[in-house]
């Protein structure tokens, strides 16, 4: 039968399959459907069609991304400046420290070096880099999807550091557009810019850009600056040992320099010696190279010169404009005496103990500055910034204050138990003197004639005189004061006695002389300041003449150094603190030892190990100045020479006049003219004519200054007595010109 008539008889079969359906006969024979059928008729599970979802989703996000990231990259590859830029741009500004002589003393910033072209870098050098900071370098497009994989997984079982994933590229990416911060928003911008390097650049430009700017620590930017600031050659020559201990650096630079640690950075290199080995970059003979074999530049032994740099460069953004060029800075400090001073505090400071040291010229400027033991185990300046008592040291305020009210170097006192306001102070040794005088007292440094003087002279006024010498801590005026219970810097204590040194004339520490540019464009010349004078000379003679007793035959004779020598020594209860403060031939040092949390050290007395110390560095200090003698005349004034009792005299006795309490004109002779040529004395009052001779006061003149009763007396019953010298009194407070003038008669106006 044909396949027509064969298609026509199926027809009717299934024609008649229906009719017998809708009459309600079924057939006998079952209908039979195909297993595929029986799978498209069954619906579908959710899962399933979740899943066909997300794999629908996932691509198209797949490809949105990839989209925006073309688009990102593509849009910071046009943005990146050119190679040209990137070469020549600096990310830093660089300060090149010079002493007082202008020699070299610290680099101050990034140090660069010079550039190096691709071809002129060492192969060794690439090789070595590459090794061990990125060894997929050739073969990824910015990110290294291996290394980037593995930090997920790390990720996944619990480390939450985010790290160990950047490629030569990123680091690049990372140092000259971003910062150091371990953010997921960081790395992602990182990430992009990375291979918008690789877009824009080749692989030779991107290494040369990263060989050139990377920091190796030191302040070295850079292989050639490496090269040269730890082998004190170019880079183009390292050999295959010193590459590797570059390379080690980039991973940790402050615990793989050289400068930090030399075991740690030989140590390191061998890590990429081995490295270099595994990857075929240099044979096992050249893996087994002696790294310590290698010449590392030697210190200079000047890291203590960074205590003064950390000082002074601050005061930069004071004195100069805003500038971005690199700047060359001379100072006061002078290499030498730095050294000295370095050695001094060394050899004499106490195990376990701290030391620092301020030198000052006659004019303020610092010679050395020394902040502690070492500056690499501690960058703390404790000759700036560390708040000690002062101990004993202190009682050169509370002598200058007692100069000032009257007294002398020669004058008596007695050192005797004294209380003050339930304050009993006494002396180290238990024991008093007796009656001595006070430059006795102040050179064995007698605690109870200071607290005498501060209590007569009054606290505040001690802690007034340590305000005018430049003490800025906060000071507290209770009567233990006088024994140096505030606390105060060491800076400052050496200003203070600078001023006595020049003579009671104000000292201003400075340490920069002037800046320029690299290019030399003068920015800042230092000017000397205006000086005031604190104190009166003969104050500033006397006070002189006790501290060089303090060291001749006190308790400062260790400071000795065969030329006059005027100092203080200070210590403080258990022996926490000890300082020495001292000046010869215009030089002015201090010295603090202590430790930093302030335990008792043994044996630490400012007359030992301070003293010693000065005199170990004043004697090299000093070695090409002249002698110089020291002015210790005290010559009072004429006011101050007068007895009391003829402080007040003139030629008449009507010169003889008072104040009452309600600040009355008092004069026994009534009302008077007072000659308009009239001397002044010290605090702007009339002093009297000196003419004739000293006449006497009535007992009535007496009676009503001092307000006891007595039988009247004229000035003639005086003389007729033969009595020609009015009875001792207290030194009376005249009045000025201005009030006198408002006390006289208006008609004698």
Known sequence: MSRRGDKISNKGKRGSRRAAAERGQTSQKPRRVSRRSRKSDRPASPLRKWIKRLAIGGGLAALIAAIGLSIAVGTAASNLPSFYQLKTTQTAQTILVRARDGTEIVEIGPSFGEWLDYDDIPQTMKDAMIAVEDRRYYSHFGLDPIRLTGAVVEGVTGDDRIGGTSTISQQLARNLFLNNNRSFDRKAREAILAMALEWKFSKAQILELYLNKVYFGGGAYGIDSASRTFFSHPANTLSTAEAAIIAGMVKAPSSYSPTADVDAAVGRARVVLQLMEEQGFITPAQANVDVDAVNLKKSQGT??????????LPQLDLLLPETYESLEVWTTIDVNLQKA??????????EGAQGALVSLDRDGAILAMVGGRDYVESNYNRATNAMRQPGSSWKLFVYLAALE???????????????????????????????????????LSINTVAAKLGNETSFGAVASMARRFGISSQISSYPSMVLGSNEVRVIEMVQAFAAISAKGTSVAPYGITRVTTASGEELYRHEKPRQSQLIPDYVAAGMTDMLQTAVNTGTARAAQIGRPVAGKTGTTNSNKDGWFVGFSSGITTGVWMGRDDAKPVRGLQGGRAPARAFADFMVKAVADRPVEEFDTEVNLPEWQLEPDEQYLYGGDPDDYYYIDEQGNLIEPGGPRQVPGDMPLGPDGMPLPSRQGVPPAASDDFLDRATGERRQPETFDDAFSQGRNQPPPMPRTIRPSEAQREQQRPAQER
């Open 405 to 443: 009210r009257g007294y002398t170097p020669d004058d008596r006192i007695v050192d005797e138990p004294v209380s003050i306001d339930g304050w009993s102070p006494r002396n180290s040794n238990g024991q008093n003197l007796g009656e001595t005088n006070l430059r006795t007292a102040f050179a």
């Open 341 to 350: 001073a370095t050695d001094a505090i060394r050899a004499n400071t106490p």
């Open 303 to 312: 890291n203590s010169v960074r205590y003064f740099t950390d000082w002074a």
